[in-house]
């Protein structure tokens, strides 16, 4: 497996830990259709959170959060709309987070969890 597909793995598994930890419950992971995939699916009290995962080892190129462009969040929003009508979870608030993982050559993960980022 190479090692962008590990790290995004990893990313995602430490997300997911980060997020139940908070009290969300994840509904779906890397649910996927023709126009992307989601990375996760949770619920919190009365809204739908549809998180985007960033995994980076370093910050070259800026912090993981950062990847998430205006045009990554508009994919989002159709792969949100594509989820919610194939699936029959019905909420009065949506909510798109973005959960950062940098995880350094050394010592422990760092996880950045922005709610309602855009």
Same mark, same amino acid.
């Not at 994919?75 to 959960?99: C, G, I, K, N, T």
């Given at each position: ?23 969300? &419950? ?30 980076? &080892? ?5 912090? $993981? ?10 994919r ?22 973005v959960?950062?993982?940098?995880? $350094? ?6 996880? &950045? ?6």
């Amino acid at each position: 497996m190479p090692l962008r597909t590990r790290l995004g793995a990893y990313g995602e598994r430490v997300a997911v830990r980060v997020l139940t930890d908070a009290g969300l &419950t994840v509904l779906d992971r890397n649910w996927r259709c023709r126009a992307g995939e989601l990375d996760v699916v949770a619920r919190e009290g009365s809204a739908l959170v549809f998180c985007e995962v960033k995994a980076r &080892t370093a910050q070259g190129f800026g912090h $993981p959060v950062e990847a998430v462009t205006p045009a990554k969040q508009r994919r989002l929003r159709q792969l949100a709309s594509a989820w919610l009508a194939e699936h029959d979870h019905h909420a009065p608030d949506l909510r798109f987070d973005v959960v950062g993982v940098l995880v $350094p050559a050394i010592g422990p993960a760092r996880v &950045t969890h922005l709610r309602n980022a855009f």
